[in-house]
């Protein structure tokens, strides 16, 4: 799927129309919405003052790809802030039938839904539905392909600042595993040179990492160790293998055993260096239970962070 027109996301004013990636958001907006994130507090874990706030917005989670943080988080966080909100299951629904996305979601915005949260196996897929929508109905994009998930790169960047703080420009990162087949990846690149991430290093299996030209202002390191060493911020990525072809790696054991984080490897790291992982986790195939679970790992607060930054972009999207 490709877009016939092309999709602005940003307004002229550079507030958001709708967001489909980071990549060119400023860092002036990136701010903004890790801000009002960081402002709803207790809200954001089930409070009930925000209720009106989008009141009468009819929000759609249109999921074409398996979910479990990513839809239930944009549903908590538009029924957090009082929209209608519609849980669309593919799975039993007209697709299976043959239906195109193009012709579902236009079914669902005949009823009068004007928000969409779109997850599809297609790269540039949500920009197409937007394309194909009318004036005013509103897309965000919750992962398509291994294009872009710009709610996952902002409550990444989110976590990272509550823990260490907003100058990221002090700050060394290390990305590790499969980045090559990764939407999260692509995203927090984005979103770490916007912010000024001061070195960030990428690490995996050759046939695992992208091209060239994805790796700007990164460095690549020869292995595990020389990526972990005295870095502030580890995130870790889920082996892909739905979007892979055979033989990219030669065993989960060769695997781990070269790239998995286990808590002898994360002792390179500097002391209070933060674990991250957008999750699920193939645990001992990327990472090692007592790190997942260690004090180390922030990835269930990663989760916490998510309903927060989806609430901020609902709003700056929705709001009147
Ligand atoms: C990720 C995704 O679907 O892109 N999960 C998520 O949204 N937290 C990462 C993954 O599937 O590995």
């Keep these: 799927m490709s877009p016939v027109h092309p999709v602005e996301q940003l307004r002229p004013d550079g507030r958001l129309r709708h967001l489909l990636t980071l990549k060119g958001v400023p860092a ?3 701010t903004q919405l890790l801000d009002a994130a960081d402002a709803y507090g207790a809200d954001a874990s089930g409070g009930t003052a925000l209720r009106s706030r989008l009141a009468g917005r009819q929000v759609c989670t249109l999921f074409f790809e398996a979910s479990t943080r990513t839809r239930s988080s944009f549903y908590l966080a538009a029924t957090r802030l009082g929209a209608d909100t519609l849980n669309f299951d593919v799975s039993t629904s007209s697709t299976t039938k043959g239906e195109t996305a193009l012709d579902t979601m236009r079914t669902i915005e005949a009823m009068g839904v004007d928000c969409f949260i779109v997850r599809h196996a297609e790269n540039d897929a949500v920009a197409a539905l937007a394309a194909g ?11 398509d392909g291994r294009a872009a998930h710009p709610t996952q790169g902002l409550l990444d960047m989110l976590t990272v600042r509550r823990h260490k703080g907003r100058e990221f420009s002090k700050l060394r990162f290390a990305i590790v595993g499969d980045i090559r087949h990764s939407r999260v990846a692509r ?9 000024g991430a001061g070195e960030i290093r990428v690490c995996g299996p050759a046939g695992l990492l992208p091209d060239a030209h994805e790796l700007h202002g990164c460095t690549v390191a020869p292995d595990l160790d020389a990526a972990l060493d005295g870095v502030d911020v580890v995130m870790m990525l889920r082996l892909q293998r739905e979007r892979m072809q055979e033989g990219l790696v030669p065993s989960l054991e060769a695997y781990y055993a070269a790239y998995g984080l286990s808590p002898e490897r994360l002792r390179r790291a500097a002391k209070d260096a933060i674990v991250m992982h957008p999750g699920p986790m193939n645990r001992c195939v990327e990472i090692a239970d007592a790190v997942a679970d260690g004090a180390q790992s922030v990835i269930l607060e990663q989760v916490a962070n998510g309903v927060a930054v989806r609430m901020a972009v609902l709003e700056a999207v929705l709001a009147p």
């Design 133 to 143: 929508a009318r004036p005013g109905t509103v897309f965000v994009n919750a992962g």
């Design 187 to 195: 995203t927090d690149l984005h979103a770490l040179r916007t912010l």
């Design 28 to 30: 002036g907006t990136l």
